[in-house]
């Protein structure tokens, strides 16, 4: 077991929080960890979008967790913070177009001071509304009420909970954010989150404690959902299961623990072209904190943007020439294609 | 070959079992791969009770295996923990209810 991180990497001045060095050491990998022959081999190079249904909005690495699995180095320490101004431009770019989805991460996106003003600008629009909530910033003062003004605008949530019991989520995500994180979900279940009648979506995503894939999501979601019911009387919609990348925080647990290459080697062997056919940076925009453009959040923190020929900020915002771009890739991506898949939105591969 | 009758590279070639009786080896992990799919049990229900056995079999090699699929699937230490202390209870219960036995034979030969 290794001590538990109570900064982000970059406050502790590593090297390897720089994202030049973590794409080094997945750089020195051997040969059989290329990405883009993989994809040649099953048919699938060059990865190229299907269009934009999803527009991922990183609004700031603020969060009031230190994560040992974060793959953006997220914690109380960081600073980065999305601007109004940013948000106006993705706003424009929503009018300009019928995406359907605006997924709000961060960090915790609720700790930008404009994260209400954001939602109901989204809301307006007409847009799906997606928060990728930690579940315990709803157990702070300053956010006391934000479960209800979430529910208010029918906001869908998508929270972690890495494991229905306190063991695994503690050692995870930071002593007592099980227990706050249980008192969170009645809240919301009492506003009528995971009812299945009030349209009040509530997701939870668990991904491995530790180095290994996570199992079938169908399999999973049975027991999340008898577990949490028999043990806290919490119920909710769906379980999303999420492969750790080999990225920041959890690139360096990998490393610390001498996992590194074992683990990698176990997303490359569980290579499945089916799960690369529907990986999710084909509909997917993400716009960072500063308004730079990715394929996805972990290119995002890999600080690899879209190809060079399109637009490289959301103000320069082009659907026509964004719709048809080729997605950018990394030994990393092997963790999104690894068994049944993974994405922002679980498994995308039916087991 | 390695020094030891133990190597965890070994685990890996499982399926070299293959080689002199193909037909046999198919049957054997078709069968296995049945057992272990969801059905009344869950995976994971299934994976911890091969965790137990792992540990009343005392197969290093089955021990590596079902960790990892156990936290695969969903288990955590203390549900492993737990099942490793079932398979312990009925070992020791196994050899504590023989008691009986040397009783038996204690009681008709002695005065």
Same mark, same amino acid.
């Given at each position: 077991?290794?001590?538990?991180? &109570?900064?982000?990497?970059?406050?502790?001045?590593?090297?390897?929080?720089?994202?030049?060095?973590?794409?080094?050491?997945?750089?020195?990998?051997?040969?059989?960890?290329?990405?883009?022959?993989?994809?040649?081999?099953?048919?699938?190079?060059?990865?190229?979008?299907?269009?934009? =249904?999803?527009?991922?909005?990183?609004?700031?690495?603020?969060?009031?967790?230190?994560?040992?699995?974060?793959?953006?180095?997220?914690?109380?320490?960081?600073?980065?913070?999305?601007?109004?101004?940013?948000?106006?431009?993705?706003?424009?770019?929503?009018?300009?177009? +019928?995406?359907? !989805? !605006?997924?709000?991460?961060?960090?915790?996106?609720?700790?930008?001071?404009?994260?209400?003003?954001?939602? +109901?600008?989204? &809301?307006?629009?007409?847009?799906?509304?997606?928060?990728?909530?930690?579940?315990?910033?709803?157990?702070?003062?300053?956010?006391?009420?934000?479960?209800?003004?979430?529910?208010?605008?029918?906001?869908?949530?998508?929270?972690?909970?890495?494991?229905?019991?306190?063991?695994?989520?503690? &050692?995870?995500?930071?002593?007592?954010?099980?227990?706050?994180?249980?008192?969170?979900?009645?809240?919301?279940?009492?506003?009528?989150?995971?009812?299945?009648?009030?349209?009040?979506?509530?997701?939870?995503?668990?991904?491995?404690?530790?180095?290994?894939?996570?199992?079938?999501? =169908?399999?999973?979601?049975?027991?999340?959902?008898?577990?949490?019911?028999?043990?806290?009387?919490?119920?909710?919609?769906?379980?999303?299961?999420?492969?750790?990348?080999?990225?920041?925080?959890?690139?360096?647990?990998?490393?610390?623990?001498?996992?590194? =290459?074992?683990?990698? +080697?176990?997303?490359?062997?569980?290579?499945?072209?089916?799960?690369?056919?529907?990986?999710?940076?084909?509909?997917?925009?993400?716009?960072?904190?500063?308004?730079?453009?990715? *394929?996805?959040?972990?290119?995002?923190?890999? =600080?690899?943007?879209?190809?060079?020929? !399109?637009?490289?900020?959301? &103000? *320069?915002?082009?659907?026509?020439?964004?719709?048809?771009?080729?997605?950018?890739?990394?030994?990393?991506?092997?963790?999104?294609?690894?068994?049944?898949?993974?994405?922002?939105?679980?498994?995308?591969?039916?087991? | 070959?390695?020094?030891?009758?133990?190597?965890?590279?070994?685990?890996?070639?499982?399926?070299?079992?293959?080689?002199?009786?193909?037909?046999?080896?198919?049957?054997?992990?078709?069968?296995?791969?049945?057992?272990?799919?969801?059905?009344?049990?869950?995976?994971?229900?299934?994976? #911890?009770?091969?965790?137990?056995?792992?540990?009343?079999?005392?197969?290093?090699?089955?021990?590596?295996?079902?960790?990892?699929?156990?936290?695969?699937?969903?288990?955590?230490?203390?549900?492993?923990?737990?099942?490793?202390?079932?398979?312990?209870?009925?070992?020791?219960?196994?050899? #504590?209810?023989?008691?009986?036995?040397?009783?038996?034979?204690?009681?008709?030969?002695?005065?």
């Amino acid at each position: 077991m290794l001590s538990y991180p &109570r900064t982000s990497m970059q406050a502790r001045r590593l090297p390897l929080a720089s994202s030049a060095a973590q794409r080094t050491t997945l750089g020195q990998l051997g040969d059989a960890y290329n990405f883009d022959e993989a994809l040649q081999e099953a048919g699938l190079w060059p990865l190229s979008s299907t269009g934009i =249904e999803i527009l991922q909005v990183n609004v700031g690495k603020v969060c009031n967790q230190t994560c040992r699995h974060c793959h953006v180095d997220a914690g109380p320490d960081r600073r980065e913070v999305m601007t109004q101004e940013t948000m106006e431009a993705c706003l424009r770019a929503l009018r300009s177009t +019928e995406i359907p !989805v !605006v997924d709000i991460t961060g960090g915790a996106p609720e700790m930008n001071p404009l994260f209400r003003w954001f939602v +109901e600008q989204c &809301r307006e629009l007409g847009r799906t509304v997606i928060d990728r909530c930690n579940l315990t910033i709803l157990e702070t003062a300053p956010h006391h009420d934000l479960a209800e003004f979430l529910a208010a605008h029918k906001v869908e949530l998508v929270c972690s909970l890495p494991h229905y019991r306190a063991l695994g989520t503690d &050692r995870q995500r930071g002593d007592g954010v099980h227990a706050a994180s249980i008192r969170a979900l009645r809240r919301l279940n009492a506003l009528g989150y995971g009812d299945g009648v009030s349209g009040l979506r509530l997701v939870l995503v668990t991904n491995p404690v530790g180095a290994f894939l996570p199992s079938a999501q =169908e399999s999973l979601e049975r027991d999340w959902k008898r577990e949490l019911w028999r043990n806290h009387g919490v119920k909710f919609d769906a379980l999303y299961t999420i492969t750790n990348m080999p990225i920041s925080r959890y690139l360096e647990w990998l490393l610390e623990s001498g996992n590194f =290459e074992a683990y990698m +080697e176990r997303l490359v062997l569980s290579f499945n072209a089916a799960a690369a056919s529907g990986v999710m940076c084909r509909n997917t925009l993400s716009v960072g904190w500063d308004g730079t453009l990715y *394929d996805c959040d972990f290119n995002q923190m890999l =600080e690899m943007p879209v190809e060079a020929s !399109v637009p490289q900020h959301i &103000r *320069d915002f082009d659907a026509l020439l964004l719709d048809r771009r080729r997605i950018e890739t990394g030994r990393h991506c092997f963790g999104c294609t690894a068994g049944s898949g993974s994405s922002c939105g679980g498994a995308t591969v039916d087991t | 070959m390695s020094d030891s009758y133990y190597d965890a590279s070994d685990l890996k070639k499982f399926s070299d079992i293959r080689e002199h009786a193909p037909e046999l080896a198919d049957k054997f992990f078709d069968w296995y791969q049945a057992v272990f799919a969801e059905g009344a049990l869950s995976a994971r229900e299934k994976a #911890l009770i091969a965790l137990a056995v792992a540990h009343g079999v005392q197969c290093p090699y089955c021990i590596d295996a079902y960790s990892k699929s156990c936290l695969e699937k969903g288990a955590d230490a203390e549900q492993m923990t737990e099942a490793v202390h079932i398979a312990a209870a009925i070992r020791g219960g196994a050899s #504590l209810i023989h008691g009986v036995q040397m009783r038996h034979h204690v009681r008709k030969l002695s005065m």
